[in-house]
């Protein structure tokens, strides 16, 4: 299994990114895919997940009306499209799968939420 992001970088406040999450190693319908992030010093945070088969989706609520969390199967890719970012918003951003569900509301000890597997992250930066 192999999860890759990209689409991170240095933006401005009110400015937009969209994170990409690649897949491969399964079948990409059957997992349940969400979007983490880790800012310094915080624990891991969920952010949006997008559970299969029915692409029902949780957004964190700070950041709903600003974030969308949707999927291309085509591609086996779940993007995460970010406006009016604000500095707050930076941090580390993580894409993980799982077989059976994906929860942003129930960390675990292991902050894993979780999840089975995780990629290796993007960074997403907001300057004020």
């Known amino acids: 299994v192999q999860l890759v992001e990209s689409g991170g970088g240095l933006v401005q406040t009110g400015g937009s990114l969209r994170l990409s999450c690649a897949t491969s190693?399964?079948?990409?319908?059957?997992?349940?895919i969400g979007w983490f992030r880790e800012a310094p010093g915080k624990q891991r945070e969920g952010v949006a997940c997008?559970?299969?088969?029915?692409?029902?989706?949780d957004i964190l609520d700070s950041v709903k009306g600003r974030f969308t969390i949707s999927s291309d199967n085509s591609r086996n890719t779940v993007y995460l499209e970010m406006n009016s970012l604000k500095p707050e918003d930076t941090a580390v951003y993580y894409c993980a799968a799982d077989p059976v569900f994906c929860t942003i509301r129930r960390p675990r000890e292991d902050h894993k939420y979780g999840m089975d597997w995780w990629g290796e992250g993007t960074q997403v930066t907001v300057s004020s």
């Open positions: 190693g399964f079948t990409f319908e059957e997992y349940s």
């Open positions: 997008i559970n299969m088969p029915g692409d029902m989706t």
